[in-house]
């Protein structure tokens, strides 16, 4: 079966400082790869996706990137950290437009 | 633009009683409908979708949906609530113009009162 691992699950990190988030799929093939930030519980902001290795297609620019080094791992990462980007990071995978999307369990991070 | 509205914050409702949250869109082209749930400090879980064929689909957990046409809507229901159906529910579609990408709305929090 298919399971998706995002880590870590909490992160404080102090303004300035380099960000790495990692995820990874099992149980599929070329899936398409996203991540998204939620701000206070609420609504979700596509940051990046990405449909293969390499591709990486950004929504929102800002003081992130992302990069898929292998078919079935998505990493985000910033060079400096603003205390704006704290939030909750989700990565998901999906096949199709009409499949259901899944999602890792979520990465506190709070920029102090 | 393509869009996705859940018209409520918030949805009270007392355990054991129906329940409604409220989901409308905007999008070209026939729509690919989802709901989801979120329970804190955890990701987004799938419910059920809709891509064709009967307008009430049943998910997870005793939800079901309705997707109506001409009022653009996908609402998702459930006939008796339990405390443990508190959480945030959030309803996506995949539109014709969307490049195939889920537009989220904003949620609803869902909270079922003993």
């Known amino acids: 079966s298919q399971t998706i691992h995002q880590w870590p699950a909490t992160l404080v990190q102090p303004v300035g400082s380099p960000l790495s988030l990692e995820c990874t799929v099992e149980?599929?093939?070329?899936?398409?790869l996203y991540w998204y930030r939620q701000a206070a519980g609420r609504g979700l902001q596509l940051l990046f996706y990405?449909?293969?290795?390499?591709?990486i297609s950004s929504e929102v620019p800002q003081n992130l990137s992302a990069s898929r080094p292998q078919d079935r791992q998505f990493i985000l990462s910033s060079k400096k950290l603003l205390l704006s980007d704290s939030g909750f990071y989700l990565c998901?995978?999906?096949?199709?437009?009409?499949?259901?999307?899944?999602f890792g369990q979520g990465t506190r991070l709070t920029v102090v | 633009a393509q869009s996705v509205a859940q018209p409520e914050d918030q949805v009270n409702v007392a355990e054991g009683n129906p329940l409604t949250v409220k989901c409308t869109y905007s999008?070209?082209?026939?729509?690919?409908l989802f709901w989801y749930v979120q329970y804190p400090n955890r990701g987004l879980q799938f419910l059920l979708k809709?891509?064709?064929?009967d307008n009430l689909v049943k998910g997870s957990y005793g939800f079901e949906a309705e997707f109506n046409k001409s009022q653009t809507s996908f609402h998702l229901k459930k006939p008796s609530a339990l405390v443990s159906d508190s959480a945030l529910y959030f309803c996506?579609?995949?539109?014709?113009?969307?490049?195939?990408?889920?537009?989220w709305g904003a949620g609803t929090k869902l909270i079922i009162k003993p």
């Open positions: 996506a579609v995949v539109g014709g113009d969307s490049n195939y990408q889920l537009i």
């Open positions: 999008v070209s082209g026939n729509p690919y």
């Open positions: 809709y891509i064709t064929g």
């Open positions: 149980g599929t093939s070329n899936p398409n």
């Open positions: 990405s449909v293969g290795i390499g591709q």
């Open positions: 998901a995978w999906g096949l199709w437009a009409s499949d259901e999307a899944f």
